[in-house]
């Protein structure tokens, strides 16, 4: 299969459309930023991809550098963590448009990671230092603040400060300026080492969906 024809423009926007603007190129970047993945793994959360347009956006990625191959696992390189700024910014762009007659729901908490990382890293702050395992929607994630980033992966956190679990609803209440955060996570079940890393995870996950509801 062969690549969309490049625009040839010296102009960085359409740089980066001819690298990123492939169709499945954006979603097979967006599942990675859970975590290293298989070819398996990968389609199952992209419904109605080809098996030969998965293998051609992955061939792609990694000839441009933005995704790295180890045996029969995909991983974001660092420049290609470097997409998670793009993608929140399409998430938050497009979450007040119209939703497609007849399109199939996005329910994978993989295919969150992107935007709730990109909103968290937002609103952390340089001397931010916080660990945590994360439960969105009933499948786990250690997250990780350090020096203004933030990393989310799947899988467990052993020996975690902190744990809590919460919907994806749970947030995009929030986001909407329906809830804080602090009134889910009252109504669930937190598991913490340190009560002052509880009180920086609420505050800090409420920040992020300040921004990403747009109220900051």
Not at 61 to 74: D, M, P, W
Not at 113 to 118: C, E, S, T
Not at 195 to 211: N, S
Request: with cysteine; net charge neutral.
């Amino acid at each position: 299969m062969s690549r969309a024809k490049p625009y040839s423009l010296n102009c960085p926007i359409s740089l980066s459309l001819d690298l990123l603007g492939n169709r499945w190129a954006m979603h097979v970047l967006r599942e990675l930023h859970a975590g290293p993945s298989g070819f398996g793994k990968l389609r199952e959360g992209l419904p109605g991809i080809a098996t030969n347009m998965l293998s051609s956006r992955l061939a792609e990625l990694v000839e441009a550098g933005l995704v790295s191959k180890n045996g029969r696992t995909y991983a974001l390189t660092d420049r290609g963590n470097a997409t998670r700024g793009i993608l929140f910014e399409l998430a938050r762009f497009g979450r007040d448009l119209p939703l497609p007659e007849g399109g199939v729901s996005m329910n994978a908490p993989s295919s969150r990671v992107a935007i709730l990382a990109g909103a968290i890293e937002r609103a952390a702050g340089p001397l931010d230092e916080l660990r945590a395992e994360i439960w969105l929607d009933e499948a786990p994630f250690a997250l990780t603040v350090s020096k203004g980033r933030a990393a989310m992966l799947a899988g467990q956190m052993p020996l975690a400060p902190v744990r809590l679990g919460f919907s994806w609803s749970d947030l995009e209440a929030v986001a909407e300026g329906q809830q804080r955060v602090a009134n889910f996570a009252a109504q669930g079940e937190i598991e913490a080492q340190d009560p002052l890393q509880v009180a920086a995870l609420l505050d800090l996950l409420q920040k992020a969906m300040d921004i990403y509801g747009g109220f900051k």
